[in-house]
């Protein structure tokens, strides 16, 4: 299949999953799924009261032996009854009804966002967001940059990697965990946010007063290890993953790439054409790089798409907890199909495969449609993809700026080097 644009076909993305020590002030929190997003145009409901909702369905579809009196029953007595009437709103009713629906089947990927949730979604598969652009994490309990991103208002107003954030407008970080840093310091374009900011090898806090802005964040990055082995690093499979890797790939090979690190740690994953696009890369066309197995045991095949401008180069993956969904699709397809070293950590163990559903007034619904197989016939739902050359990178090794996994990939790949 060749990539089209979200209004021409579906894609497959991802929900959320949370980083164990490195966010971008710019998001609100990353995709953990792969999913099938469906454009339902015609499907736009008439009336957006309750009741109609209810009692509308496709016929056969519709349960005849579900009464709803129930519901309304519980629906009224909040309404006549409770204390406060200003906190009902009857908008959120509705919205915390589906989500106690969709919540029932006690599936965590299956999900539905309202609106704002929706538009949050979007943004990040788009890599746009509105904050300051920056890297935090913490490093000996203390709040600290990792790194500014080029040209984003936090480079702007100087704060540079090892400073440390000690105050967020006037709340101390202290006891503050990074998503509620994230939350805190991130908001829309144009506000501002003051960081009292201790930079690195200085005793004196200054206070730094920063603008928001909109961050365009780059899915796919490169970087050079030994002049000659090229460390292709992909935070998510969003919307600009794929001319990015076709970018990078032409650069890898037109600066004669001795050798390829493909790094996959804390991807939580995203779009599967992006996965098979990426994988596509290395593996040869024609070899599988995903089955799915759908509802009623019917499996579907996903094979690499030519372009395999890498294939070739000796590469190894490297993968953590962190790497989930499209992550593990990509790093599964390489060990299978290639014998690929897969280096770390075993991974989240995200196998699913989500349909997002656009529903009326901007609201989406995610639902678990399939499971997914790596080439060789692995479900990897709540197991995971065993390394296979199992690396810690320890607390301490974060702390004092060491990868040890880093350092393993290079050995292995500067070993395959011929």
């Known amino acids: ?23 971008i002030l710019v998001c609100v929190s990353f995709f953990a799924g792969t999913f099938y997003d469906k454009h339902l145009s015609s499907k736009s409901a008439s009336s957006n009261t309750i009741e109609s909702l209810l009692a ?29 009437t200003t906190k009902i709103d009857h908008q959120k009713m509705i919205y915390g009804a589906i989500s106690g629906m969709v919540k029932s089947i006690g599936d965590p990927f299956s999900s539905f966002m309202d609106p704002a949730e929706s538009q949050q979604f979007s943004q990040q598969l788009g890599g746009t967001f509105e904050g300051i652009g920056v890297e ?19 480079e702007k107003a100087g704060l540079k990697a090892g400073d440390k954030i000690l105050k967020v407008g006037d709340k101390l970080t202290t006891d503050m965990t990074i998503d509620e840093a994230v939350s805190t ?36 990055t490169l970087e050079w290890k030994d ?40 991807n939580p994953g995203g779009y599967l054409e992006a996965a098979v696009e990426v994988s596509s ?86 639902v678990t449609i399939a499971r997914w197989l790596t080439p060789n016939g692995d479900y990897i739902m709540e197991k995971g993809i065993d390394p296979t050359i199992d690396v810690d990178l320890t607390d ?11 350092d393993k990939a290079l050995e292995v790949v500067r070993g395959e080097i011929k």
Not at 66 to 84: C, G, I, P, T
């Open 1 to 23: 299949m060749e990539p089209e644009t979200s209004s021409q076909k579906p894609k497959k993305i991802r929900s959320y999953f949370k980083t164990f020590a490195i966010v």
């Open 56 to 84: 509308k369905g496709s016929g056969k579809d519709q349960p005849q032996n579900v009464d709803f009196s129930l519901f309304w029953e519980a629906w009224n007595l909040l309404n006549d009854k409770y204390v406060d």
């Open 136 to 154: 935090i994490g913490m490093k000996n309990d203390i709040l600290t940059v990792i790194s500014p991103l080029a040209g984003s208002p936090a």
């Open 185 to 220: 310091i991130r908001g829309p374009k144009g506000t501002d946010i003051s960081l009292t900011i201790l930079h690195d090898k200085s005793n004196n806090p200054v206070e730094v007063k920063i603008t928001r802005d909109q961050i365009n964040v780059k899915s796919v």
């Open 227 to 266: 002049n000659n082995i090229a460390v292709i690093k992909i935070s998510e499979f969003g919307d600009d993953t794929i001319s990015g890797m076709n970018q990078i790939a032409s650069q890898v090979v037109s600066q004669k790439a001795k050798g390829i690190i493909l790094d996959l740690r804390n």
């Open 281 to 366: 890369k290395f593996i040869p066309a024609g070899k599988v790089v995903v089955s799915e197995e759908e509802r009623g045991g019917g499996k579907k095949e996903y094979d690499a798409r030519g372009g395999d401008i890498l294939n070739g180069i000796p590469v190894t993956v490297l993968v953590n907890s962190g790497s989930a969904s499209a992550s593990e699709i990509t790093g599964g397809a390489l060990r299978d199909d290639l014998g690929t070293s897969l280096i770390g950590k075993k991974t989240f163990g995200k196998g699913s495969v989500q349909e997002l559903e656009k529903l009326s007034g901007g609201s989406n619904l995610r």
């Open 396 to 406: 301490a090794d974060y702390n004092n700026n060491r990868d040890p996994q880093m």
